[in-house]
């Protein structure tokens, strides 16, 4: 790749629109920290090239979609052990419910991955003993299209503008390490190398 701003910006994000495509791709299921200190794993759904959005699906009654709403601090953490590529990026965060992203990304989501929303109980709530809080007769199986719009009512997606990133490649040398940051997507990034 080339050792520019530009080169390493374009690395990022050719690195997560890959992510996108495979689930076997380390990049696939970034960790995602908010405001509470609170870190979790959760799938990358969508990442525009400027990395004005990336779109992650999730339950709307987490504890996590009340914290970010509208406008709550985000970061996002993937790494990549065979290029030995750490991406740290930061910015803001939406959870949105209804509307025409929302819907998009319901209609895309697979009948498994509709399942989860099928939950009686929000993730996090106490249940009577370990399980999935899913109802019985769903437990082996996907639900057919009719039984996943249930589930509807209880998915939100997570929509993350990106402002600053944190680009490293350890290598035997030492490694490079470039530090991007902006007000909004609409700015240009200022951009730094740094020490690794
Ligand atoms: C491999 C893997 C993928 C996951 N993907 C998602 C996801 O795409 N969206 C999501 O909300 N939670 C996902 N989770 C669950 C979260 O890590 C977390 O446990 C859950 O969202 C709890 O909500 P909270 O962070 O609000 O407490 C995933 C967990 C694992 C292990």
């Given at each position: 790749?080339?050792?520019?701003?530009?080169?390493?910006?374009?690395?990022?994000?050719?690195?997560?629109?890959?992510?996108?495509?495979?689930?076997?791709?380390?990049?696939?299921?970034?960790?995602?920290?908010?405001?509470?200190?609170?870190?979790?794993?959760?799938?990358?759904?969508?990442?525009t090239p400027d990395l004005s959005c990336l779109r992650f699906?999730?339950?709307?009654?987490?504890?996590?979609?009340?914290?970010?709403?509208?406008?709550?601090?985000?970061?996002?953490?993937?790494?990549?052990?065979?290029?030995?590529?750490?991406?740290?990026?930061?910015?803001?965060?939406?959870?949105?419910?209804?509307?025409?992203?929302?819907?998009?990304?319901?209609?895309?989501?697979?009948?498994?991955?509709?399942?989860?929303y099928l939950a009686t109980s929000g993730p996090g709530a106490?249940?009577?003993?370990?399980?999935?809080?899913?109802?019985?007769?769903?437990?082996?199986?996907?639900?057919?299209?009719?039984?996943?719009?249930?589930?509807?009512?209880?998915?939100?997606?997570?929509?993350?503008?990106?402002?600053?990133?944190?680009?490293?490649?350890?290598?035997h040398h030492g490694g490079v390490r470039a530090r991007f940051?902006?007000?909004?997507?609409?700015?240009?990034?200022?951009?730094?190398?740094?020490?690794?």
């Amino acid at each position: 790749m080339d050792l520019t701003f530009a080169g390493v910006l374009a690395d990022a994000a050719t690195r997560l629109g890959e992510a996108l495509k495979s689930a076997r791709h380390p990049m696939h299921a970034p960790v995602i920290g908010t405001a509470d200190g609170d870190l979790r794993i959760m799938v990358l759904r969508e990442a525009t090239p400027d990395l004005s959005c990336l779109r992650f699906n999730t339950d709307w009654r987490s504890p996590k979609a009340r914290l970010i709403a509208n406008g709550g601090p985000v970061s996002v953490l993937a790494y990549d052990p065979t290029a030995r590529v750490q991406l740290r990026m930061q910015g803001q965060g939406r959870i949105e419910r209804t509307g025409p992203i929302a819907d998009a990304a319901w209609s895309a989501a697979q009948l498994s991955s509709k399942r989860c929303y099928l939950a009686t109980s929000g993730p996090g709530a106490v249940l009577d003993g370990p399980g999935a809080a899913l109802p019985e007769h769903m437990l082996n199986r996907s639900p057919t299209a009719d039984e996943a719009e249930q589930g509807r009512q209880n998915f939100a997606v997570l929509l993350v503008e990106v402002q600053t990133l944190d680009w490293l490649q350890l290598t035997h040398h030492g490694g490079v390490r470039a530090r991007f940051v902006r007000f909004s997507a609409a700015d240009d990034w200022q951009a730094a190398w740094v020490a690794p």
